[in-house]
């Protein structure tokens, strides 16, 4: 099992950068694919991209060329970075792990975007 915490949230003007970070503990990290989910007001809950344990990445088409997402397995983190942000993009942001044995998600972290 792995606890996640994400963090990095808060206000950002549009067309701006913002970059979330995901933090894991309680097992080992290197072993888990990563993903990145969001939702935001009014929506359903939204794929972003994931990475995985070799760090290959996929991505949503609605992020594709603007949203990263990378991982240091040294520090147990995951990234989400984010360029050119709209106001669209105001959501709480997810980061999932899996494994096996099942998927485990962090709280979230909310992102405004300002238009």
């Known amino acids: 099992q792995v606890q996640l915490a994400e963090s990095g949230g808060g206000l950002v003007q549009s067309g701006g950068s913002q970059r979330l970070s995901c933090v894991a503990s309680g097992s080992i990290f290197s072993n888990f694919r990563l993903g990145w989910y969001r939702q935001g007001p009014g929506k359903q809950r939204e794929w972003l991209g994931a990475i995985g344990t070799g760090g290959t990445t996929n991505y949503a088409d609605s992020v594709k060329g603007r949203f990263t997402i990378f991982r240091d397995n040294a520090k147990n983190t995951a990234y989400l970075q984010m360029n050119s942000l709209k106001p669209e993009d105001t959501a709480i942001y997810y980061c999932?792990?899996?494994?096996?044995?099942?998927?485990?998600w962090g709280q979230g972290t909310l992102v405004t975007v300002s238009s």
């Open positions: 999932v792990a899996g494994d096996d044995g099942g998927e485990y």
